[in-house]
């Protein structure tokens, strides 16, 4: 036996970073298998791409380091931020902007705060706002969904899109892309139409989004395999979902011929994969109890208050960062009351 | 643009002043930084910073005559202490770290010269003329001092045995596989 | 048992914060009775096996020790006696590795056995010690060595003496052995319950206390059993109840215990007896009725060998001082070759490097494990502020921000968390993905914090005896500053009466300086 000093525990550990990056990849399979189905394979396209340039990227600045790459990408971590990444952006979206993007999130947002656990922000949310705010046109360019449109992309069809930018022949961009149903609400609403109006739209589905409703529908079901599995807690995901459905019931209430149904909030957009899959990034969350209910609730409430009245349609990725930021605070201020000291702390 | 440049530079300005005013409002009188300095400091008493003494070396780095990383007994520990406490980045040692030992004055050979205990800081050594001396070692700080007055070379140093009251768990080793910075300031005070 | 059963549906059980739920592996070694060990050869006796002042030792090196003979005299309040295990000569007291963490030697005395365990006279039994003074019953206690034998060693009779001043209500005693692997309270309860209860009746005597509380991990029914029928045949179930609590990593620590089964907190850096709590391992109760009602020292005790790399996994009644290699060989000796050899339980415990370490009061359990069992950890991550230490902390804390500032070696921040609330219990370093080896960390800030005001103790005192000096070096200069000046004005008044003053001072100066400062010490 070789002697050393190692202090307890002796037995093996119960959980590995990797082992819980590849059950959050897991749980985003179903997801990620309807966004192709109503938005075809483009999305496809981005997520090998994103993942791609992610590692490739990540490998690039450990070895500049002068360390040795394997471990970071074993861990799985850049993977997720280009899947996240890929599954937010429009499915077409040309490749030079998904390789910024990744740039961005790997190289500036993490590797250069120290790396895996040391990134204040969200890469992949950094990444997202960062093409948002400098491409703002090609980043709102959705698909229409499949049951919409005539004319279904093609495999090839689609890689030639993202690779040079060029449409099928015949095709007009305005045949295959159209508002996301969030951005085609704000458009109405501003130009004073009533719910009921903007709800004749085909665009609109049972409760969301055509389309739209059932990837966050399986969304949600990942998100639960998550909960399940423990590999995040609840606290987050149910205290953000709740904030934004009290404050869109609120306005709804008030006023239902200008405000969507509360509903609509929760499956339109990112909500549901923001509160299970983005907002849960440990790294970049609370980590108190008490904060993680703050954080989420407070992303939440943001998300309605941007949505309603920001300048940009979706919201997840803004609150998200804008939390990410007070984090560090409010986990200093709900630091839970230890064992044995007996006033309530904070 | 210009009016942009010139009200930041108007801001520079006026917090530069500030800071400037507060430096003299606040300037700290006495050398209560001297005293701080020396409470960190080993009291060795050994003199391998180049001063005669742990409060010289204080008063020295006070002062700004010197740098904070020429105590050898205090080694990393004092560095960082000092380094902290004025805001300063941490240096490397600039001399070898030793392990702690004490003095031992072999009694066969000891003549009872008492040059050793004149010489000792801290008055660890018991002995009188033409008798056998005798060290202290609880109070020995290790200083070596005594060592090159002995005339007959009967004084020599003794790692101390390390023991279990006073030992240390190590830092764990296991290198953390990607990291770059000690500590990034992620927990807002 | 109706009776017991209606105990158990009225009592209130609270929960404390985290924990964690890790597989109890007990079934490897609590199937076979406790069984003696032949006598070694020689045993290896720690002077130091309790919290407090060392003992001193009061026989000679060559004499012949009778087993139960006190070999070594506690020094202080705190302190405890140590006794010869068995009957031989005393050959030598010397340094040799003890249970310790850090694998250095401590002085032990060294017994040549003479295979006839022939025992000391002992003092007589104190069957009517409720009519005796409390403090003699005391007093046999600290004579017979007890310490607590659920590892934290701080003798029993001070903590069976909490003063005049707290008012002690409830005695409660531990059976819940919360750490894997570990099962010799769980043998102890199933094969000496009688005895334990004699010594719960002579605390709950001392005490003074209301009511008796033993509280067991609900995976030991048979110990549960087994002690609800033993108390059935005594007249303490009034007073006792057997509590069974639920199975969770660490209810065995003293306080989280207390939590389960009082509701109360003991306060930070504080003790039970602040809460009117006292709190005694089910071993120590049975210690305590060997020393009193047979005038007994503790020279024995039970010990858990287990671990998939053990041959026959079991208890053993043990001498202290026995290689924990004669335990090992006793059991069969190794299936395979343990990856790690562990003193107590894989939670808590410390890796020997020694298998020739000698078996002290507060051992309960040698652990080898396989490879498969303790896998050497990999390289650890870095911290993912994932959040899971902190749920899994009993004692509510930030483990990951401990970690944060323990890394930076920044000690001042880690107390602002409370490094010093930490029981080193190790669910955070279990639970964490990235296996940082979180415990390790704040063991070596809590050790590293102590040494460093041990070091500057030292440093004020050699400040201190640097003044002195100086100040005395300052004051001689002065003195004979003075000196020469009164002899100077006294020549110089001489001068003026006389007529050739200068060669007289000269003299006289040079004769007063040298020697003083040589001389004064
Ligand atoms: S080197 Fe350190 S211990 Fe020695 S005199 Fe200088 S300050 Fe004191
Ligand atoms: S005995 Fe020697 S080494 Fe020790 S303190 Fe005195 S002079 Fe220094
Ligand atoms: S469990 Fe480990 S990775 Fe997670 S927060 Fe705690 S120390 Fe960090
Ligand atoms: S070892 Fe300390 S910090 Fe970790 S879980 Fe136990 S009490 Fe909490």
Same mark, same amino acid.
């Given at each position: 036996?070789? %002697?050393?000093?190692?202090?307890?525990?002796?037995?093996?550990?119960?959980?590995?970073? &990797?082992?819980?990056?590849?059950?959050?990849?897991?749980?985003?399979?179903?997801?990620?298998?309807?966004?192709?189905?109503?938005?075809?394979?483009? #999305? #496809?396209?981005?997520?090998?791409?994103?993942?791609?340039?992610?590692?490739?990227?990540?490998?690039?600045?450990?070895?500049?380091?002068?360390?040795?790459?394997?471990?970071?990408? !074993?861990?799985?971590?850049?993977?997720?931020?280009?899947?996240?990444?890929?599954?937010?952006?429009?499915?077409?979206?040309?490749?030079?902007? %998904?390789?910024?993007?990744?740039?961005?999130?790997?190289?500036?947002?993490?590797?250069?705060?120290?790396?895996?656990?040391?990134?204040?922000?969200?890469? !992949?949310?950094?990444?997202?706002?960062?093409?948002?705010?400098?491409?703002?046109? !090609?980043? %709102?360019?959705?698909?229409?969904?499949?049951?919409?449109?005539?004319?279904?992309?093609?495999?090839?069809?689609?890689?030639?899109?993202?690779? &040079?930018?060029? #449409?099928?022949?015949?095709?007009?961009?305005?045949?295959?892309?159209?508002?996301?149903?969030? &951005?085609?609400?704000?458009?109405?609403? &501003?130009?004073?139409?009533?719910?009921?109006?903007?709800?004749?739209?085909?665009?609109?589905?049972?409760?969301?989004?055509?389309?739209?409703?059932?990837?966050?529908?399986?969304?949600?079901?990942?998100?639960?395999?998550?909960?399940?599995?423990?590999?995040? %807690?609840?606290?987050?995901?149910?205290?953000?979902?709740?904030?934004?459905?009290?404050?869109?019931?609120?306005?709804?209430?008030?006023?239902?011929?200008?405000?969507?149904?509360?509903?609509?909030?929760?499956?339109?957009?990112?909500?549901?994969?923001?509160?299970?899959?983005?907002?849960?990034?440990?790294?970049?969350?609370?980590?108190?109890?008490?904060?993680?209910?703050?954080?989420?609730?407070?992303?939440?409430?943001?998300?309605?208050?941007?949505?309603?009245?920001?300048?940009?349609?979706?919201?997840? !990725?803004?609150?998200?960062?804008?939390?990410?930021?007070?984090?560090?605070?409010?986990?200093?201020?709900?630091?839970?009351?230890?064992?044995?000291?007996?006033?309530?702390?904070? | 643009?210009?009016?942009?440049?010139?009200?930041?530079?108007?801001?520079?300005?006026?917090?530069?002043?500030?800071?400037?005013?507060?430096?003299?409002?606040?300037?700290?009188?006495?050398?209560?930084?001297?005293?701080?300095?020396? @409470?960190?400091?080993?009291?060795?008493?050994?003199?391998?910073?180049?001063?005669?003494?742990?409060?010289?070396?204080?008063?020295?780095?006070?002062?700004?005559?010197?740098?904070?990383?020429?105590?050898?007994?205090?080694?990393?520990?004092?560095?960082?202490?000092?380094?902290?406490?004025?805001?300063?980045?941490?240096?490397?040692?600039?001399?070898?770290?030793?392990?702690?030992?004490?003095?031992?004055?072999?009694?066969?050979?000891?003549?009872?010269?008492?040059?050793?205990?004149?010489?000792?800081?801290?008055?660890?050594?018991?002995?009188?003329?033409?008798?056998?001396?005798?060290?202290?070692?609880?109070?020995?700080?290790?200083?070596?001092?005594?060592?090159?007055?002995?005339?007959?070379?009967?004084?020599?140093?003794?790692?101390?045995?390390?023991?279990?009251?006073?030992?240390?768990?190590?830092?764990? @080793?296991?290198?953390?596989?990607?990291?770059?910075? @000690?500590?990034?300031?992620?927990?807002?005070? | 048992?109706?009776?017991?059963?209606?105990?158990?549906?009225?009592?209130?059980?609270?929960?404390?914060?985290?924990?964690?739920?890790?597989?109890?592996?007990?079934?490897?070694?609590?199937?076979?009775?406790?069984?003696?060990?032949?006598?070694?050869?020689?045993?290896?006796?720690?002077?130091?096996?309790?919290?407090?002042?060392?003992?001193?030792?009061?026989?000679?090196?060559?004499?012949?020790?009778?087993?139960?003979?006190?070999?070594?005299?506690?020094?202080?309040?705190?302190?405890?006696?140590?006794?010869?295990?068995?009957?031989?000569?005393?050959?030598?007291?010397?340094?040799?590795?003890?249970?310790?963490?850090?694998?250095?030697?401590?002085?032990?005395?060294?017994?040549?056995?003479?295979?006839?365990?022939?025992?000391?006279?002992?003092?007589?039994?104190?069957?009517?010690?409720?009519?005796?003074?409390?403090?003699?019953?005391?007093?046999?206690?600290?004579?017979?060595?007890?310490?607590?034998?659920?590892?934290?060693?701080?003798?029993?009779?001070?903590?069976?003496?909490?003063?005049?001043?707290?008012?002690?209500?409830?005695?409660?005693?531990?059976?819940?052995?919360?750490?894997?692997?570990?099962?010799?309270?769980?043998?102890?309860? *199933?094969?000496?319950?009688?005895?334990?209860?004699?010594?719960?009746?002579?605390?709950?005597?001392?005490?003074?206390?209301?009511?008796?509380?033993?509280?067991?991990?609900?995976?030991?029914?048979?110990?549960?059993?087994?002690?609800?029928?033993?108390?059935?045949?005594?007249?303490?179930?009034?007073?006792?109840?057997?509590?069974?609590?639920?199975?969770?990593?660490?209810?065995?620590?003293?306080?989280?215990?207390?939590?389960?089964?009082?509701?109360?907190?003991?306060?930070?850096?504080?003790?039970?007896?602040?809460?009117?709590?006292?709190?005694?391992?089910?071993?120590?109760?049975?210690?305590?009725?060997?020393?009193?009602?047979?005038?007994?020292?503790?020279?024995?005790?039970?010990?858990?060998?287990?671990?998939?790399?053990?041959?026959?996994?079991?208890?053993?009644?043990?001498?202290?001082?026995?290689?924990?290699?004669?335990?090992?060989?006793?059991?069969?000796?190794?299936?395979?070759?343990?990856?790690?050899?562990?003193?107590?339980?894989?939670?808590?415990?410390?890796?020997? *490097?020694?298998?020739?370490?000698?078996?002290?009061?507060?051992?309960?359990?040698?652990?080898?494990?396989?490879?498969?069992?303790?896998?050497?950890?990999?390289?650890?991550?870095?911290?993912?502020?994932?959040?899971?230490?902190?749920?899994?902390?009993?004692?509510?804390?930030?483990?990951?921000?401990?970690?944060?500032?323990?890394?930076?070696?920044?000690?001042?921040?880690?107390?602002?968390?409370?490094?010093?609330?930490?029981?080193?219990?190790?669910?955070?370093?279990?639970?964490?993905?990235?296996?940082?080896?979180?415990?390790?960390?704040?063991?070596?800030?809590?050790?590293?914090?102590?040494?460093?005001?041990?070091?500057?103790?030292?440093?004020?005192?050699? *400040?201190?005896?640097?003044?002195?000096?100086?100040?005395?070096?300052?004051?001689?200069?002065?003195?004979?500053?003075?000196?020469?000046?009164?002899?100077?004005?006294?020549?110089?008044?001489?001068?003026?009466?006389?007529?050739?003053?200068?060669?007289?001072?000269?003299?006289?100066?040079?004769?007063?300086?040298?020697?003083?400062?040589?001389?004064?010490?």
């Amino acid at each position: 036996m070789k %002697t050393f000093i190692a202090s307890s525990p002796h037995v093996a550990r119960v959980n590995r970073v &990797d082992s819980i990056m590849l059950q959050v990849l897991l749980a985003l399979v179903p997801g990620i298998l309807a966004m192709i189905w109503f938005f075809g394979w483009g #999305l #496809l396209i981005n997520i090998l791409l994103a993942v791609t340039f992610a590692v490739a990227a990540e490998c690039t600045v450990i070895l500049a380091r002068g360390r040795s790459p394997l471990p970071a990408i !074993a861990d799985l971590s850049a993977v997720v931020t280009a899947v996240l990444f890929a599954i937010s952006v429009p499915p077409i979206l040309p490749w030079w902007m %998904t390789l910024l993007g990744m740039l961005f999130a790997i190289v500036l947002v993490k590797q250069l705060y120290g790396g895996m656990g040391y990134n204040p922000f969200n890469p !992949a949310m950094a990444a997202y706002v960062f093409l948002l705010v400098s491409y703002p046109v !090609a980043m %709102t360019n959705w698909l229409t969904p499949t049951m919409l449109t005539e004319h279904h992309l093609s495999f090839t069809e689609s890689l030639r899109i993202i690779l &040079d930018g060029s #449409l099928p022949q015949g095709l007009s961009w305005d045949a295959v892309t159209s508002a996301t149903p969030l &951005d085609e609400m704000r458009g109405k609403l &501003d130009r004073n139409l009533t719910m009921g109006e903007i709800r004749q739209s085909p665009l609109w589905g049972a409760f969301g989004g055509r389309g739209w409703e059932w990837v966050a529908a399986w969304f949600l079901l990942g998100g639960i395999y998550l909960l399940w599995k423990r590999i995040i %807690t609840w606290h987050i995901p149910v205290s953000l979902l709740s904030s934004l459905l009290v404050c869109a019931t609120l306005f709804w209430a008030i006023e239902p011929q200008t405000h969507p149904f509360p509903a609509f909030h929760l499956f339109s957009g990112a909500a549901i994969l923001g509160a299970f899959f983005i907002a849960t990034d440990p790294v970049t969350a609370c980590t108190t109890t008490r904060g993680q209910i703050i954080f989420g609730a407070s992303i939440g409430a943001l998300v309605y208050v941007i949505r309603t009245w920001g300048g940009y349609p979706d919201a997840i !990725a803004f609150s998200v960062l804008l939390l990410n930021i007070a984090a560090p605070m409010i986990d200093h201020y709900t630091q839970p009351r230890v064992f044995g000291h007996g006033g309530k702390r904070g | 643009m210009l009016t942009a440049i010139l009200a930041i530079a108007a801001l520079a300005v006026l917090f530069g002043l500030m800071l400037g005013y507060s430096a003299i409002r606040f300037h700290v009188e006495g050398d209560p930084i001297a005293d701080q300095i020396d @409470s960190l400091l080993p009291q060795t008493q050994c003199g391998q910073c180049g001063h005669p003494g742990c409060r010289p070396y204080a008063e020295a780095v006070a002062r700004g005559d010197d740098d904070i990383n020429k105590c050898a007994p205090g080694g990393e520990a004092t560095i960082l202490a000092m380094a902290d406490l004025l805001g300063r980045e941490p240096v490397a040692l600039d001399a070898e770290e030793k392990l702690p030992a004490v003095a031992f004055i072999d009694p066969e050979r000891c003549i009872g010269c008492t040059l050793c205990l004149q010489n000792c800081p801290v008055d660890a050594i018991v002995g009188a003329a033409k008798q056998l001396h005798g060290i202290l070692s609880k109070e020995c700080t290790g200083c070596e001092l005594c060592l090159p007055p002995c005339p007959v070379n009967c004084i020599s140093m003794v790692p101390v045995t390390e023991e279990i009251s006073g030992w240390r768990w190590p830092f764990p @080793s296991t290198p953390l596989k990607e990291t770059a910075k @000690s500590q990034p300031e992620r927990a807002a005070a | 048992m109706a009776v017991a059963h209606s105990l158990i549906a009225n009592r209130r059980l609270w929960t404390f914060h985290g924990g964690i739920h890790i597989p109890d592996e007990k079934s490897l070694s609590n199937g076979a009775p406790i069984a003696p060990i032949a006598l070694p050869s020689r045993l290896v006796v720690p002077l130091q096996q309790h919290i407090g002042a060392p003992a001193r030792v009061i026989v000679a090196v060559g004499e012949r020790v009778l087993k139960g003979q006190m070999i070594a005299e506690p020094t202080g309040l705190v302190s405890a006696p140590v006794h010869a295990p068995s009957s031989g000569t005393l050959v030598a007291i010397e340094s040799h590795p003890i249970p310790h963490p850090s694998g250095l030697m401590a002085p032990c005395a060294i017994i040549e056995t003479d295979g006839e365990d022939a025992w000391a006279e002992l003092p007589p039994p104190m069957t009517d010690y409720p009519q005796l003074d409390p403090e003699l019953i005391r007093e046999r206690i600290r004579w017979a060595g007890v310490v607590g034998m659920g590892g934290a060693s701080f003798p029993t009779s001070v903590k069976l003496s909490p003063g005049t001043d707290r008012h002690i209500h409830t005695l409660i005693i531990n059976g819940a052995e919360c750490e894997p692997y570990i099962s010799c309270d769980d043998r102890l309860m *199933r094969e000496r319950s009688g005895h334990i209860f004699e010594g719960v009746r002579i605390m709950h005597h001392l005490l003074g206390v209301k009511q008796v509380l033993i509280g067991i991990e609900d995976n030991k029914p048979e110990a549960i059993e087994e002690m609800r029928l033993a108390l059935a045949e005594t007249d303490m179930h009034t007073y006792t109840e057997i509590v069974p609590i639920p199975t969770l990593y660490p209810s065995g620590g003293e306080k989280q215990l207390i939590r389960i089964l009082t509701g109360k907190e003991v306060p930070t850096k504080g003790i039970p007896a602040q809460v009117g709590i006292v709190c005694q391992n089910v071993g120590t109760a049975a210690a305590v009725a060997d020393a009193v009602l047979e005038g007994r020292p503790l020279v024995s005790r039970v010990v858990t060998v287990t671990g998939r790399a053990i041959a026959n996994p079991r208890n053993l009644e043990v001498p202290i001082g026995t290689p924990a290699s004669d335990l090992i060989a006793h059991c069969g000796g190794y299936r395979e070759t343990p990856r790690k050899l562990v003193c107590g339980g894989p939670m808590m415990g410390f890796a020997l *490097r020694d298998a020739d370490t000698p078996i002290t009061k507060a051992t309960n359990c040698v652990l080898a494990l396989t490879p498969e069992e303790s896998p050497a950890p990999g390289p650890a991550l870095a911290c993912i502020r994932c959040g899971r230490c902190a749920q899994a902390c009993p004692a509510n804390l930030l483990p990951q921000q401990m970690y944060w500032h323990a890394r930076a070696k920044d000690l001042d921040r880690v107390q602002d968390y409370n490094l010093f609330d930490c029981i080193e219990c190790g669910c955070c370093a279990q639970v964490c993905p990235s296996h940082i080896p979180l415990v390790q960390y704040y063991r070596y800030a809590k050790t590293e914090i102590w040494s460093r005001e041990q070091e500057k103790r030292k440093s004020e005192q050699a *400040r201190a005896r640097h003044a002195a000096k100086q100040a005395r070096l300052e004051r001689q200069e002065q003195e004979r500053q003075a000196k020469l000046r009164k002899q100077k004005e006294a020549l110089a008044a001489k001068a003026k009466a006389q007529a050739k003053p200068e060669t007289a001072a000269k003299q006289q100066a040079s004769a007063a300086s040298p020697t003083e400062t040589a001389n004064d010490s």
